[in-house]
Each structure stands twice: as structure tokens, then as C-alpha cells.
């Protein structure tokens, strides 16, 4: 928030700091970045590595659709925002349950592809050094996934109730950072263990 | 209710005089545990850091009584396991990082002319989870027998490397308490490091540019930025030690492939630059006390800046020095040895900028100068220590050692403790609007500093010959019984000298003289204000236009903006 005081004088100076908010939101990415590092200098340490069980060739299988479905909504995210940007709260309110909707299947997507790891393949996170990292990668992520669905789905709730307006685009924004942080999470992480890994 | 009739940007103190009235107890308790103004919560921060420097004090004080004499057997060797690892656990997480947002909290609003922290019920937030998980890790004296009925507090150390603290050699359920406190207290420091950088970025009041900023602001958010790189590995390190413990993961499980030393470089990607985020105050408070006690605005601010960011950089690049008889390549051991004596640089030009400070100055020697005079000698010692570790093949002899004990209790201590001391002496007029008494802070000092001095630099000599780290007792004809002797004597000196610490604090706070505003006759924007200051911190918004606010104001012919 920018402090303009009315000096003495009757002039106004200029005296703009960046949103708080904002730099809130940047210090907190920068500081899962650091988490998700580690999760994935441990991925790439261990590939290979395992001593017996299934290998990341033999089971996995490339989310192409899922992924497909996560990187299209950042794009509906970011209309999203420029929705709000013109008060056209009906398109924000559609764009936003788009980027909703596409968050969820990509939540469902991971789970049948999880209960095929588990049920068919008879990969679990103790099975070997590859269930071991795939599951706590892929498993971290999804949780940053579904906590920015649960905010995403309080800001829809409070849509629908008609008290997100204009004046509140700056919140979305800060809300729709964090949900391109969690995309471009994925992009790493879909890169390491689906295209490095296998 | 400001008053708008005034007419002076940022004016010496303009607040209206406090309504007095009584509260119950229950009501200042309430008012207390609610509270999310920066300075309350600033001074439970501080509250916490004393009583648990208290706790991991009484902690040593029983291990350097079973060490006083050889073959002792006052503690059994379990029982010493536990306080050693309970006693640097808490030190770090219960001690040091409190002390981080205690000083921050409290100050840096106050510096920056701002009402409160950006985000105060986040500083609530942080807080008690910082609390609770310090009670919750000491619960696990009571509770840390779990379902195999094994174990009590932690006995792993305070780095608890794999594959000991695997369910296999470390049943029961004290480890978990370990990882468990330490992720729930991580949470409360990323929400504090969040918190000051956003005050210190978007809540500075007009006029303050990023280089206008007092000196102590700029090192809590360097201290921040580190600590969001610097917390968050250790967070994911426990995280795959508890998967592992309780999931059957098998990251740290070398029976499955995995490795012990992966556990390593994780805990000391941490445990590195945790010591820098740990020293930082230690360098707020000495860019802050010695210039008002030189009466020198600090030499080379721009320098100390940059060196600030430079050590803050380099540190993220040193971890394996602490891993250097592992048995790493050459390679690899050459490059730690380098970028460690790389810290050596941008350490070397603030020691030289703050004795630049004190050259040509008129020095007063109060209390708070004592701390900071005896912290630029001590500070220098163990950077030289420091050195001598970082070259890996001394490194060799003395890992394990009582020398590395004594290195770094020599920054803990020496540079940490005594300019933490030395901001309480400091602010604490500014906090509660009372002075501490001179005359018991100087007993204070000089009992504590040869009580210091006595235990630490003897360590040096008893690591040197040969005396290892983490043993319970030792045999009598090792010749290191005089020497132990010694060091548990200043032990006890400094316990003595904490105590006289305490008294005055106490004391002080009943009936010491009133301060008034600006005791120190000091240049930054929180000696504008009350003592204590009101809720609001600024009647009006202040504008500042050099880096010394108050002096311009006290110096209207001879501003510092002309300079600058």
C-alpha cells in the first residue's frame, strides 16, 4: 500500500512502495522454491538408484493430458484477472470456475494414475528408491495443488455472494501468483520425472 | 488522536500524555495473548529467547559439571546425550531465531516510521507457533516413550544425522518430537522472515529510501531473504526424515539404496547459513549502538551494505565444510575450502568499518558500548578460527573436537550473546521507558566477559589436545582434567553474571530511573517517540530526508542530507 501524507505546504509528493502483498507472496514462492529444490536434487540424486522394485520406464506412463489441463489454467487464471481488471465480474466469476474445474481433473488425473502405481504396478512410497522420491515430489506438489484450489474455491464462493469487486483485483492477482507458481512447479517437476527420469 | 495543528515532518515526540487506568490481571493477560502489535509481540519474542537461554543454560551448567572432573558419574551417559542435543537445539531454534524477530519486530516498525508490521496477525501467527513448538519439543521429556516405551527428549544432537535417527536405532518417539517442533517452529520463521521484508520494502514512511534505512533494517531483511532459502531445506530434510520414520520412505536408508550423507548436505544447506541468519543481529545491533556511542554516524554504510548481501551470498555456498572428513573428492573439499575463506572478505570490511566508526570518535563507554567493544575483539577471534577450520586438513585434527566447540561458542556467545545483551541494555529504556542501572550492567559484563573468556579460550586448548566432542566422561591421565576444570569454572562464572543480568532486568523494570525519549542522545526515528511508545508509534507520519532523522532535526544547521 502507498503512503501519499499531505505535507505542510499543500504539495503532494510521490511515494510509492510496491504492494505488500505482492512481496509477501513473491517471499513466500521463493521460500517453497527452496523446499521443492530439495525434493528434486533428492529425485535426480536417487534415479537409478533403486536396488530392485519397479523402474520409472516400467510404470510411468507421460501426463500429457493432465498437464495440458494445469498449464491451460494459468491461461484462465490470467484471464481471470484481466476480467476483474474491467469489472466484468461475470467473466471473472466463469474464468475463474474454468481454472477451478481444470485444478480438479488435473487432482483426479493424478490419482488414477496414481491407483494404477499402486494397484497394478505395486509401487508404493516404501517399494524402493523411486517410490520413495516419485511419491514425495509429485505428492508435494499435489498438495500445493489442492491448497490453492481451497483458496481459489473460498474467493468462488465469495464471487457467487457478489462480494469480490474491482477494488479487490489486487488480492486476485496475489492469489494468481501463487497459483503460476504452483504451474511452473509442475513444469520442473513433470520435466524431472517424466523426460529426465525415465 | 493526532494532533493536526502540527507543523513539523517527522517531529520529536508530540505524544499526548497515557490515560492511566487500572486493568486486572486478566486483562493485561488478555490483552497480551491477543495482541498483534510488533512491539508486544517483539517482547514475547524476547521473553521466549531469555527463558529458554535460561533452560539450555542450566542444561550446560549439568554438562560442564559432569565434565568438571574426569570419570564422573553425575549424569549418566543417556541422560548427557540429551542435554547436549537438547541444549543446541534450543539454543538455535528456541534462542537464537526468537532473538532475530524479537529485535526485528520490536524495531524495525519503530525505524522505518512505520505503525506496525505489514502483516501483524501473520506476527501473531508466527509467534505462537514458534512457542508452541519449543513447548512442544520439550514435552518430549515427558512423552518421548511413545508405543515401544523407549526414549525420553532427543539424544541424536542437534544436526541428528541418518542413519541414527531412523526408527531401526532410534525407536520411541523422541526423534519425532525433534523433527516435528522443529517443522512447526520453521513455519513461525518463515511467517516472521515474510514479515520483514514486506515492512522493510513497503512500510517505510516518506522520504526513506532503500538506502536511507538504518543500518540494523537493512540487516533483519538481509536476515529474512536468508532465512527463506535458508529454514525452508531443513523443513523438507525433516519432512523426509519423518516419511521415512513413519512411511517406510527410504531417503536416508542405505539398506534400500539411499544415503546417510544425502541427510548430511541437506541438514548443512541449513545448518550453514542458519549460524549467518544467527550472527545477523549481532551486526544490527553493533552498526546501531557504536556510532551513537562514537558519536560518528557509521563509516561506509554503502560498504557495510553490500558486505551485509555478500556474506549473506557466500554463506549459501560453504555447507560442506562442516563434512569435509567425510570423504569428499579433492575437488570438492578445494572448493569449500576456498568459498569459506571467501566469507573472510566482506566479514572483514564491516569489522573494519565499525573500528572506523570508533576512530577519531568521542567513545562513552556505557554498558551497551562495553558488549559491543568486547563482541569486535571476540568476533575477530573466532572469524581467525574460522579460517584455521575452513583449511581441510587442520580440519582433519580438529573435527570433533573441543576446538570447534570453541569456535563457535565464540560467535554464540561472544558475538551473539554479547551484543544481544547489549541491545537490551540499549532499547530496554526505549521498551519500558526506564534505564537499567549502569552499575550492576557493568558487573554484569566484566564477570561475564572473564567467565567467557576463562571457558572459552581454555576449550581451545583442551580441543587441541585432542579432547573429542560428545563423550559423557573421560579418563583422568588424558591431561585434560585441569583444563576441563577450568572451563566449568567459568561456566559457572557466567551463569553467575547471567543471574546479576536478570536482577537488573527485574529490577529495572519496578524502579529504574525514567529515560525519557532519547537517553543515548541517538539518530534514529525510534528515539522520536515516547518511552514506552504509544500503540499508534508516530503521532505523525514521519518524513526523513537523511539517514540520520534526528540528528537533523536536533542539528538544523548542520544537516546530514547536505553530506549524503
Redesign the interface.
Known sequence: MSAIPLVPGGHVHEWHLPSRGRIGMYCLIIGESAIFTIFVVAYVFYIGKSLSGPTPQQVLDVPIFNTICLLSSSVTIWLAERAIERNSLRTFGLWWAATITLGIVFMIGTGIEWYKLIYHDGLTIRTNLFGTTFYSLVGLHATHVVVGLSMMLIVFLFTLTGHVRYENSERIQVLALYWHFVDAVWVVVFTVVYIVGR | MADRTL?I?GSLDLTPPREEHESTILETLHAWVITVDHKKLGLMYMMMAIFFLLVAGGEVLCIRIQLALPNNHFLSPQVFNRLFTMHGTTMVFLVGIPLVFAFANYIVPLQVGARDM??PR?NAFSFWMTLFGGIFLYYSFLGGGGLYGVGNAPDVTWWAYAPLTSRAFSPGNATDYWALALIVTGFGT?GG???V???A???????MTLMRMPLLVWLMLVDS?LL??T???L???Q??LV?DRY?????FDTQ????AV?WMH?FW?FGHPEVYVLVFPAFAIASEVIPVFSRKAIFGYPAMVAASVGIAFVSLGVWAHHMFTVGMTSAGNAFFVLSTMLVGIPTGIKIFNWLATMWGGKIRFHVPMLFCTAFLFQFLAAGLTGIMLSVAPLDWQLHGSYFVIAHFHYILVGAIVFNTFAGIYYWFPKATGRMMSETLGKWHFWLFLIGFHLTFDTMHFVGFEGMPRWIYTYPADRGWANLNLLISLGGLIQGIAVLIFAYNLISSLLNGKIAGNDPWDAWTLEWSTASPPPDYNFST?P?VHSRRPLWDLKHPEDPDWKYE
Do not use: Q
Request: hydrophobic share 60%; proline share 4%.
Open positions: 507543523p515532518d505489514a502483516f501473520l518463515l522472515a515474510v514479515n521484508i514486506a515492512t520494502i513497503s512500510m517505510r514512511c516518506k522520504g531473504a527463506l532459502v529454514i525452508t531445506p523443513t523438507a530434510a519432512i523426509m516419511i512411511l517406510g520412505a527410504h531417503f534400500a539404496g539411499g544415503s544425502v541437506f544447506i507520519d518524513v
